[in-house]
């Protein structure tokens, strides 16, 4: 099971943003030196995203990653793309939908998505990537 912490930054309102609020790539370069596990990728809609990929241990893993994702996604009202695929396989993507991009609030939540949960990692992928913090239950 994952537990999640509430972690102090915030993401501010998106009807708040406008296209001024995207990030500059060198900042968004700079950004990403923080995280880790991350990747920043142009999707085939043209548009900056950030992103993260994991294998969870099992099934049950990957829900309980995705279900603890998603309250911290409810609480900040910013909802990345969620995928699972092969039954474990998770992939976390991020950008500001209404300004179509990457601002700071998509490295706020990044943050908190590495900062408040706790992932059941399969071994092998956990062996394979050092960078992640290994729970309890590998």
Known sequence: MTTVKETKAKCIPCESLDPSSLL????AQEQMSSLNLWEATIGQDRIAKISRKFT???FQSAMDALNDIGKIAERENHHPDL???????VEIVIYTHSV???TENDFILAKML???IKV???PKWL????????TSKC
């Open 127 to 134: 062996r394979e990537n050092p960078d992640a913090k290994p």
């Open 56 to 58: 969870a241990k099992n």
């Open 24 to 27: 500059p790539i060198e900042q």
């Open 114 to 116: 590495d900062d408040e």
């Open 83 to 89: 995928h699972l695929t092969s039954y474990r396989e």
């Open 100 to 102: 179509g991009g990457v």
């Open 120 to 122: 059941v990692y399969s």
